[in-house]
């Protein structure tokens, strides 16, 4: 057993607990200091300081060079509440540090937030571009995957269209009877000061006049569920009509029908399934009539053709649902808090209120391109995101290459499909449209990743696909070639490690502020604090940040 000298003295009394020169609190190899010098000298943080103002009366603000500072690294502690910053202003040495012994209040941190948030995706951009310099990110393969992120809002404000209706009558109707109230309240005080006869100065207070916030937001959310109404209805035709134009023109068309065209296309089989029973029976009888033994049993009539018979119940089933969907169509729903968020379906069930979070990866784990939508379909976002990878990839290309003396120019760019390896996408992002479009070479799961590996070790195959094979059935036979599901494997770990260290290590679960626009912005800065991140783990390897002019 080990006996200690004595006790250490517990004196609060003393002076210069810490030492008087800041810099002396954290050592050198401290990130917090790496993450000064990246806000300081790598970064343009002019859009910043451009909705601040100084030189008028008043105390003087804090320098938005240190608020942004301060964001990053709070961020990247997973500390996302102003009240949390500014106590960890007063507690913590490293925030301390960077605020230079000022202390924010929350009020501060959150309104520089809210007022700057459109500058936080140019943030973004100049991050991969450091990031960039320092040969972070890996083109040879990246991966793109969707999240789902809660909205500052509740599945409880939720309403239907005739619900927000009610709603905007009953604000309006308690508005009313409130600024009644309050009138007869003021009639009855004034009488008692100024007499029954005399006006007197007072009037019903202005509070009681403006209809409020509630209004505008109940508005809004009806607003914006007739525009995504007709959005969807005009995106459903399109794809109806040409699905059924296709049809028409003899192509045979495989994979799901588009909503919309299912009555048609059911009602086209059907009439193809009658005709050409029809036409064996008079076949039958055209031949009998002429003595010919080309038949042994007569055909059975049309309506007990099993073909006709399937096609009948295929019809009745698209009717089924078309109407199920015209019922549902009442039950659209919107939200008054977040009018523009979304319910969301939850893998393994149940559903969140929220946006449907997109991301591109590199194969070093760098965010390339980041994307916010309301659509659950992962698929949707394929074309925007894809683009935004192959901007991406210029971008960090030309940092790569923007080596030459002074004035010379560098050489163009060259195109995306030079620039990344292949894409990987799970079966969320699988359709005909997004397989044949242009772009990189990619791989798209046509199922789930354990029947694609059950597939491809019970079935393997080897060579191209045929010529003439539908395109999800030529992706299905390269996921089943030995090279193809190798490199498939590799998309659950680029694209997912980069949503469990969001949700699981720095607790992004729910966004602070509320609408699509704060949504994609704040999206885009964590992408950001992300990247940043990157660039720390490859600094403790050696590497040092580049020289600045």
Known sequence: MLVAKGYRPVNRDQQFLLPPDMREWLPDTHAVWTVIEIVDTHLDTS???ASRRTGGAGRAGYDPDMLVTLLIWAWSRGMRSSRQIERACTEDVAFRVICAGNTPDHVTISRFRKDNHTACQDLFTQVLILAASLGLGRLETIALDGVKIAANASKDANRTEAGLRQAAEAEAARIAATAAAAHAATDDAEDDLYGPDDPGPGRVPAEFADPGTRTARIAE???????AKDAEDADRDRKADDYLARLDAGEKVRGRVPVGAEVAAAERRLAEAVTAQQATLDRFEASSAAGARGHRFAPKPVDEHHLVRRRRTELDTALAKQAARDAAAGRRRGNTTDPDSRLQPLRGGGWLQGYNCQAFTSADGLILATGVGTSPADYDYFPDLVDKAGRAAQLIDTTRRNTNPAGTNPAPAPAAEELIGVMLFD??????ENLTSPGPDRLIATGKARDLETAAAANPVTGSPP????????????LRTEDGIATYRRRSHIAETVFGHAKHNLGFRRFTGRGLARARSEWSFHAAVHNIGKILTHLTDGNTLPATA
């Open 467 to 478: 010529p003439q094979a539908d395109p999800i059935e030529a992706m299905t036979h390269r």
């Open 221 to 227: 959310a009806l607003a914006q569920m007739r525009a």
């Open 47 to 49: 859009a910043f300081h």
């Open 427 to 432: 079966a969320g992002y699988c359709s005909r």
